[in-house]
């Protein structure tokens, strides 16, 4: 899915959009993701993808689902290396080490608008098999948020152990 496009003047004053020209990657302070820059008329939303170099900036958002349930949670990862295990699991070149687990904090994420949690993204891990003790589906933590991090996920970590990655989410 290519990321969302849009002309700037649709989004920033001209004042703000000279600035992020010459600097060619600036952070979106209300949703914490990059402008990149490919020409005067185009500017990326998305996930930082252009022809511009954002470097260590750039994030990738990936859904994922704990069957049987339908719900969806997106997770952003900006590892780079984190990013290409991610895109192998969809890929089903990776066959171990495919469910999602990191912490969680307690707020609610542009990203993710439905729920009152996110994972952080530095701690996101794929792995293949995990305790009883992290393993809940999406709705049961957020129905639980208010004891995560006591007895309901220790240390806020949670591992669905059935989380399955359904794809890369583009425009987040």
Same mark, same amino acid.
């Given at each position: 899915?290519?990321?969302?496009?849009?002309?700037?003047?649709?989004?920033?004053?001209?004042?703000?959009?000279?600035?992020?020209?010459?600097?060619?990657?600036?952070?979106?302070?209300?949703?914490?993701?990059?402008?990149?820059?490919?020409?005067?008329?185009?500017?990326?939303?998305?996930?930082?993808?252009?022809?511009? %170099?954002?470097?260590?900036?750039?994030?990738?958002?990936?859904?994922?689902?704990?069957?049987?349930?339908?719900?969806?949670?997106?997770?952003?990862?900006?590892?780079?290396?984190?990013?290409?295990?991610?895109?192998?699991?969809?890929?089903?070149?990776?066959?171990?080490?495919?469910?999602?687990?990191?912490?969680?904090?307690?707020?609610?994420?542009?990203?993710?608008?439905?729920?009152?949690?996110?994972?952080?993204?530095?701690?996101?891990?794929?792995?293949?098999?995990?305790? %009883?003790?992290?393993?809940?589906?999406?709705? %049961?933590?957020?129905?639980?948020?208010?004891?995560?991090?006591?007895?309901?996920?220790?240390?806020?970590?949670?591992?669905?152990?059935?989380?399955?990655?359904?794809?890369?989410?583009?425009?987040?």
């Amino acid at each position: 899915m290519a990321p969302l496009r849009a002309h700037p003047a649709a989004f920033f004053p001209a004042a703000f959009f000279s600035m992020v020209f010459l600097s060619g990657c600036v952070s979106i302070p209300f949703c914490g993701d990059n402008i990149c820059l490919e020409g005067v008329e185009d500017v990326d939303l998305g996930n930082g993808h252009c022809t511009t %170099d954002c470097g260590s900036l750039s994030a990738s958002y990936f859904a994922f689902t704990t069957p049987p349930y339908d719900d969806t949670f997106v997770i952003k990862l900006t590892d780079p290396v984190r990013i290409a295990q991610a895109r192998q699991i969809i890929a089903g070149e990776k066959k171990w080490e495919v469910h999602v687990m990191g912490t969680i904090v307690k707020s609610r994420i542009p990203y993710n608008p439905r729920w009152n949690f996110h994972v952080d993204p530095d701690s996101v891990a794929f792995f293949g098999n995990a305790m %009883d003790i992290c393993d809940f589906s999406i709705s %049961d933590v957020e129905s639980n948020l208010d004891n995560a991090g006591s007895t309901f996920l220790p240390n806020n970590v949670w591992c669905p152990a059935g989380s399955v990655l359904v794809g890369e989410v583009s425009g987040r």
